[in-house]
């Protein structure tokens, strides 16, 4: 884009903001051709702001930008999706927060259609009612082969051998699958069954459809959230938030299932 353009639009998705001043809201918003932004928002905590509303966490939304001087000023906003989905359920909403972080942790400022396009999609999802821990296991291989640290879960990432089809160990700092022989024994490596192995592999080569239409044990999803965490923790060298948060979601969730459950069992 031209620098003498100095109002230009732009698709983007709201990942994060905090309060600025009085009134103004600083947003980091994600773009398909511009990558990651930080934009001020100005006056959009006032009671009559007009864009405060288009504004909000995971919006897909069409701005009108003008360049500042040190940060671009959003002057017109539009909600394009506000995936009313998330905002019904807590864990859905958790999700989404978790994906949105996960993308903020890597994405930079270029263009990246895929990644914005993985972003939305993602969000779609998830506000239309689909397993999001499967929505979310899949954002993340798809997010770490775009941007470059696709896991080896095919050969050893230290003999070079085929897998075969047993389980093995993975090594976060090796960047993928380490075979019994190799793994044994090896500084930071961790076991991983043969079902989460296959697991791994069928994400990597396969389309959201297939990907959904498979049916998991809870196990195997537990293990192989386990691992991707391990993972994205050494390769931000710190832990992410969302996933604490998840976890308190969850036993909330639980909790509130089994008094549904006991209630309705005293009743029959």
């Known amino acids: 884009m031209p620098s003498r353009d100095r109002v230009y639009r732009t698709e983007a998705v709201v990942l994060r903001r905090k309060e600025l001043g009085e009134a103004d809201r600083l947003l980091t918003v994600y773009t398909p051709a511009m990558g990651k932004l930080r934009l001020v928002a100005k006056g959009v905590r006032r009671p009559r702001s007009r864009k405060a509303g288009h504004l909000e966490l995971f919006n897909r939304v069409n701005l009108l930008l003008a360049r500042g001087r040190e940060l671009d000023i959003i002057t017109q906003a539009e909600a394009m999706d506000v995936y009313p989905g998330l905002r019904d359920d807590l864990v859905r909403f958790g999700h989404a927060a978790y994906v949105v972080e996960l993308l ?146 969850r036993r909330l969730a639980r909790g509130e299932a089994e008094l549904q459950s006991s209630g309705e069992a005293r009743q029959a």
């Open 104 to 249: 903020d942790c890597f994405a930079v400022e270029e263009e990246n259609r895929a990644l914005y396009r993985l972003l939305v999609e993602t969000l779609e999802r998830l506000s239309a009612g689909v397993d999001p821990a499967i929505v979310a296991r899949f954002f993340e291989v798809r997010l770490l082969e775009g941007m470059g640290y696709r896991p080896q879960v095919f050969h050893c990432v230290g003999c070079g051998g085929e897998t075969r089809p047993e389980a093995q160990y993975f090594s976060a700092r090796e960047g993928g699958v380490l075979c019994p022989k190799c793994g044994s024994g090896r500084r930071g490596a961790r076991p991983i069954s043969l079902a989460g192995l296959k697991v791994l592999r069928h994400y990597q080569r396969s389309s959201f459809a297939a990907v959904a239409s498979a049916r998991l044990r809870p196990e195997v999803h537990a293990e192989i959230e386990s691992l991707m965490e391990g993972y994205l923790t050494y390769l931000l060298e710190r832990r992410l938030h969302t996933p604490g948060f998840l976890q308190r979601v």
